[in-house]
């Protein structure tokens, strides 16, 4: 199986900046996607940023122009750098990956447990 683990929130002044990773670890053949969701109480999830392979990013327009999403293949890492936050950035962030386990021929989606980011105003 695939496990994800994030790290890097925390609580931020508004305009500040944080960085997010990943790491994917377990037994792993291929990582397809990787990305990010946040979700703030009472809300539904929602896209942040994903990048398939090392490209073709794809950003929540919220965010487009101060989130960067990055990965490293070999590392099976992805990171998420944060700038200008706002206090609407404010939310738990998760990380994913849609990966084939070794030994499986299908695609799964994975999630990390979340990190908290908290942007004051």
């Known amino acids: 199986q695939v496990q994800l683990v994030e790290s890097g929130g925390g609580l931020v002044q508004a305009g500040g900046s944080l960085r997010l990773s990943c790491a994917a670890s377990?037994?792993?053949?291929?990582?397809?996607?990787m990305g990010w969701y946040r979700q703030t109480p009472g809300k539904q999830r929602e896209l942040v940023a994903t990048?398939?392979?090392?490209?073709?990013?794809n950003y929540a327009d919220s965010v487009k122009g101060r989130f960067t999403i990055s990965r490293d293949n070999a590392k099976n890492t992805a990171n998420l750098q944060m700038n200008s936050l706002k206090p609407e950035d404010t939310a738990v962030y998760y990380c994913?990956?849609?990966?084939?386990?070794?030994?499986?021929?299908?695609?799964?989606?994975?999630w990390g447990q979340g990190t908290q980011v908290t942007v004051s105003s």
């Open positions: 990048l398939t392979g090392g490209r073709n990013p």
């Open positions: 377990g037994s792993i053949a291929r990582i397809n996607v």
């Open positions: 994913t990956a849609l990966a084939r386990p070794l030994g499986s021929m299908r695609f799964t989606d994975y």
